[in-house]
């Protein structure tokens, strides 16, 4: 099955603590793209990436790092959460040709206290 | 700066009637609309595209349509039934393969029975 598979679903983790969000996709797919989602604001971008190695910034990149190693996997790295960093993320994919839909993964709700 | 608006109260309509959905945009020219669903707890669903020379598109009980000139899509669900019942949001493209693809902050849509 077609999919974009994000862990942990669910993170709770104090101010400071390191962490990573996993997100991988089997679609083969050249584009992906982390986003947070906050009541009012929408789907943010915080970073994407169009293809091995290339990643950029999206618009709220401040405090995430991101990697693109291999085609499959974009990892989504806090090296230092903050309370304002509590929201809840998605990672999504497409074949990155411009008008190719996005295929989102099913989100991780990051409590940072 | 680019500003995409939807309807801001959710939307509360009769099972099998239409319930029509609003996007309107400023300060940006896009190549092409999108409109997702979500549900709860889930990432966004593509549901349809319509591209800047396109005036409607159909999907079964969906439909879409899109005015340059107004800058604004509406969505229509025609026969609405209670698993209609989502948040629904649009998102706009440009040109290139590279650009952002901008989301609304949605509609939350209930269709009672």
């Known amino acids: 099955e077609a999919q974009v598979t994000q862990n942990p679903r669910y993170l709770i983790t104090v101010t400071g603590k390191k962490l990573t969000v996993t997100c991988s996709q089997n679609m083969n797919h050249e584009y992906m793209s982390w986003y947070r989602q906050d009541p009012g604001l929408g789907l943010r971008q915080i970073y994407y990436s169009m293809n091995v190695e290339a990643t950029d910034k999206g618009d709220v990149p401040e405090g995430y790092k991101v990697s693109r190693k291999e085609k499959r996997n974009f990892p989504l790295i806090l090296e230092s959460p903050s309370p304002n960093q509590t929201s809840l993320y998605f990672c999504?994919?497409?074949?990155?040709?411009?008008?190719?839909?996005?295929?989102f993964g099913n989100g991780t709700r990051l409590t940072v206290t | 700066s680019q500003k995409i608006e939807q309807n801001s109260e959710a939307l509360n309509i009769q099972e099998g009637k239409t319930a029509t959905l609003t996007c309107n945009y400023t300060?940006?020219?896009?190549?092409?609309l999108q409109w997702y669903r979500q549900d709860p707890g889930r990432g966004p669903v593509f549901l349809l595209l319509?591209?800047?020379?396109?005036k409607e598109k159909r999907k079964e009980r969906l439909k879409v349509t899109f005015d340059t000139t107004l800058k604004q899509s509406l969505f229509h669900i025609t026969a609405s039934q209670p698993a209609d019942s989502a948040t629904y949001l649009c998102a706009l493209g440009g040109y290139s393969s590279a650009s952002k693809i901008i989301f609304g902050s949605g509609t939350r849509l209930s269709i009672r029975p």
């Open positions: 319509i591209r800047e020379n396109e």
């Open positions: 300060n940006y020219s896009p190549a092409y």
């Open positions: 999504a994919s497409s074949l990155g040709q411009g008008y190719s839909p996005l295929h």
